[in-house]
Each structure stands twice: as C-alpha cells, then as structure tokens.
C-alpha cells in the first residue's frame, strides 16, 4: 500500500500592515506577514443565507521570495501565494510550550493592476517591476491550420 503525501497551499488575499524584511544572524531575508483571506459559509438558518468571513493566515518568506514581497507589497495590497503548511512548537521565557501553524511561501504574485489597486497597497505597474511576459515578436511562430480536419484529435 502506498501513502500519498501532499501539502500545498495556494493563498489569495491582502496583507494586513506593511511588511518588514530583516535577516537572520547568517544574513538569509525572511519576511513574515499576515494574509486575510476571505471565506464562504452558508449559514445553518432557515434562509440559508451566504456571506463572507477573513481568515487571519500568519506566512513567512525566505531569501528572492521574501525580498520581493517587502519590495513590491505594502498593507492593503493583493497578493497570491504558493507554498506549504508548516508547524513548529518551541518553549517560551516562562518555560510553557507554544505552537505555529504557519504557510511557508515558495511564490508571491501580484493580484491587482495599477488601477484595481483599491486596498492601498502597490502593483507590478507602480514600481515598474519585472515583466515576464514575453514580446510579440519574440513570440514563436506557429502554422496556421485552414480546417479542423488535420487535426489529430
């Protein structure tokens, strides 16, 4: 019998305060932000009713990821990251055990365009950040089928 194991997480939201890189005693960046990310429910009344809910969800970044994000997002701004859950359990000062559930971000993406930006924060277009799309010309060419016909589907 195999086991799948699978722990990826895609995450849509907007921060909740600015982010702030620091780095650690090796000199790695790590950022840590919070995401608020909204939630559908369906209440149990007799009309049935829909509506919205913010999760709070706590994230961290590391090294070209981290430094992006606290680059380019600001409180209020949308973003899209991927990564997986990770949790960790440490002791505190007064000797009791303390938990984290937290996402660790591989990719962070721009949401909003330039002027989707409502929530305050920043766009790709603001700071004129890297494009990764490619040029028309740059383009490859492909032929043109006149009929479904050729098709070998």
Do not use: H
Not at 4 to 20: F, S, W
Not at 105 to 125: H, I, L, Q, R
């Amino acid at each position: 019998m195999s086991s799948l194991n699978l722990n990826k997480v895609v995450l849509c939201g907007r921060m909740t305060a600015d982010p702030e890189l620091k780095q650690t005693t090796s000199g790695i960046a790590v950022v840590s932000f919070t995401l608020a990310v909204n939630r559908r429910y369906q209440s149990k009344g007799a009309d049935g009713a829909q509506g919205q809910q913010a999760d709070f969800i706590n994230v961290v970044a590391w090294r070209s990821t981290a430094e992006f994000i606290s680059r380019y997002f600001r409180k209020g701004s949308a973003l899209c990251v991927t990564g997986s859950i990770q949790t960790r359990s440490w002791q505190d000062q007064q000797g009791q055990k303390r938990y984290a559930t937290e996402v660790v971000a591989d990719e962070a993406m721009f949401v909003d365009s330039k002027n989707d930006n409502a929530g305050g924060g920043y766009s790709a277009e603001t700071y004129n950040a890297p494009s990764y799309s490619s040029s028309p010309a740059s383009a490859p060419k492909f032929e043109e089928l006149k009929t479904d016909d050729d098709l070998p589907f």
